[in-house]
């Protein structure tokens, strides 16, 4: 089966369809992580290559409801609309198996709620990442080994009254300024589910 990893610069995905004997590729405008098959260009220019099934990942930075503080600034400016229209651009591609990850986002209310949404923690990864995702002609993936997520709490810099802040949060990601780059990876356990249960 030919498969395109769309908006997938980690090359994980790519690699778990690869080695079940898979002719998959990844597209980015970044460089692989993995070398590997990758195409480093917009994706948009090879959607229609002929491809069997897509898995994509596209932008969740102008979607998110993460970041609702700022959509009234980027539906302004144009950016909510760009990331909306090039979502759906993927999800209106003229290819048979479709799945289309991105967090919790207001795709749900633009276009349709999303068919399954998942954690980390049902594939192995003792984390938590709400993912949403929105299926053509694939099943929901089925859990294949959940885990206690991991607590950790992180100190914080000293707010302007001298006192130091402490965030919750689940699983090993703490804050960092290469988070938001790290957090756009898919977890194995999820790729390896993918690539067994819909390869």
């Known amino acids: 089966m030919r498969v395109l990893v769309a908006c997938e610069f980690s090359g994980i995905v790519r690699?778990?369809?690869?080695?079940?004997?898979?002719?998959?590729?990844?597209?980015?405008?970044?460089?692989?992580?993995?070398?590997?098959?990758?195409?480093?260009?917009?994706?948009?220019?090879?959607?229609s290559d002929g491809w069997d099934m897509m898995i994509a990942h596209p932008p969740c930075t102008h979607l998110s409801v993460a970041g609702a503080r700022f959509f009234e600034a980027k539906r302004k400016d144009g950016r909510q609309q760009e990331a909306i229209e090039f979502f759906m651009t993927l999800a209106d591609a003229n290819i048979h198996k479709i799945a289309i990850e991105n967090p919790v986002c207001i795709m749900s209310s633009v276009w349709r709620k999303p068919d399954q949404c998942i954690q980390p923690w049902q594939?192995?990864?003792?984390?938590?990442?709400?993912?949403?995702?929105?299926?053509?002609?694939?099943?929901?993936?089925?859990?294949?080994?959940?885990?206690?997520?991991?607590?950790?709490?992180?100190?914080?810099?000293?707010?302007?009254?001298?006192?130091?802040?402490?965030?919750?949060?689940?699983?090993?990601?703490?804050?960092?300024?290469?988070?938001?780059?790290?957090?756009?990876?898919?977890?194995q356990g999820i790729a390896d589910a993918m690539a067994d249960q819909w390869g």
């Open 15 to 47: 690699e778990a369809f690869r080695k079940r004997g898979h002719d998959a590729w990844s597209c980015d405008l970044l460089p692989t992580e993995i070398p590997g098959n990758h195409i480093q260009d917009n994706v948009l220019a090879h959607i």
């Open 123 to 187: 594939f192995g990864e003792p984390d938590t990442k709400k993912t949403c995702l929105w299926l053509k002609n694939l099943p929901p993936l089925m859990d294949t080994l959940i885990v206690n997520p991991e607590y950790v709490i992180y100190k914080s810099k000293k707010n302007k009254c001298g006192f130091s802040r402490y965030s919750k949060n689940w699983g090993p990601m703490g804050p960092s300024n290469h988070r938001g780059h790290d957090r756009s990876k898919t977890y």
